[in-house]
């Protein structure tokens, strides 16, 4: 049962564009969403969250947006780099701290230069 | 910022024998820490939940027999895959949370079972 779900497995997006990376999710428990960038043999790397009481947060390069009633979450990176290729997972728990976090499938993004 | 040493990066072992892979949380304490499995091009998937002192609560479907997870401190927590087998290969990686912490994760373990 995969609760959390990137139905793009991949993306390949020039570079100096947007890319927008989505994730959809099925526990209405859920109530804290992160994004996560992360390399071959390595851990994943924090990039920004946004919790259930908001529909936006910006970092940035990185604004991530969360349709709640769509049980829905986009990550959005302008301008696009080519360091910024990597894969890129949506997490989600029920509530921030010591709850588990349930990963995406991931999504690999390419910068094409 | 919150760092967490995973070691060792990687480790090969003969099948049958058993492996740890050690968590540090280096500059804070991690109330609650937890322990995944990576499969090649697959998400993250959780194996357990470990908080400090206590028993570790273990994902449906994963052995708690087969996959020890020791929790003795607030800056240290242990996976050892008992009994190895080549299926058990792949990449482990921890997470730690403190109080004033998010989820840090580790380098991650890659375990290759021969």
């Known amino acids: 049962d995969q609760q959390v779900k990137q139905n793009s497995p991949s993306l390949s997006v020039q570079e100096g564009r947007i890319s927008i990376l989505n994730c959809d999710y099925t526990?209405?428990?859920?109530?804290?969403f992160l994004w996560y960038k992360k390399y071959p043999a390595e851990g994943p790397t924090f990039l920004i969250s946004?919790?259930?009481?908001?529909d936006k947060n910006e970092d940035g390069r990185f604004t991530v947006f969360l349709n709640k009633s769509a049980k829905h979450l986009s990550l959005h990176i302008v301008p696009s780099q080519p360091g910024d290729s990597a894969v890129y997972f949506c997490?989600?728990?029920?509530?921030?701290?010591?709850?588990?976090?349930?990963f995406g499938t991931g999504t690999r993004l390419t910068i094409i230069p | 910022g919150a760092v967490v040493s995973q070691h060792p990066s990687r480790v090969i072992c003969k099948s049958g024998t058993s492996v740890k892979i050690e968590c540090r949380s280096l500059?804070?304490?991690?109330?609650?820490m937890f322990w995944y499995r990576q499969f090649p091009k697959q998400s993250l998937m959780l194996m357990a939940t470990?908080?400090?002192?206590?028993?570790?609560?273990?994902e449906q479907g994963v052995e708690k027999d087969k996959f020890l997870i020791n929790h003795a401190s607030l800056t240290l927590s242990t996976l050892t895959v008992t009994s190895a087998h080549p299926e058990d290969s792949s990449f482990y990686i921890c997470?730690?949370?403190?109080?004033?912490?998010?989820?840090?994760f580790g380098s991650g373990t890659r375990l290759t079972v021969v």
């Open positions: 997470s730690a949370v403190g109080q004033a912490y998010g989820y840090t």
């Open positions: 526990n209405s428990m859920f109530d804290y």
């Open positions: 946004i919790s259930s009481i908001k």
């Open positions: 997490a989600a728990s029920r509530g921030f701290g010591n709850e588990k976090l349930t």
């Open positions: 500059d804070f304490q991690a109330t609650t």
């Open positions: 470990s908080n400090e002192g206590s028993k570790a609560t273990y």
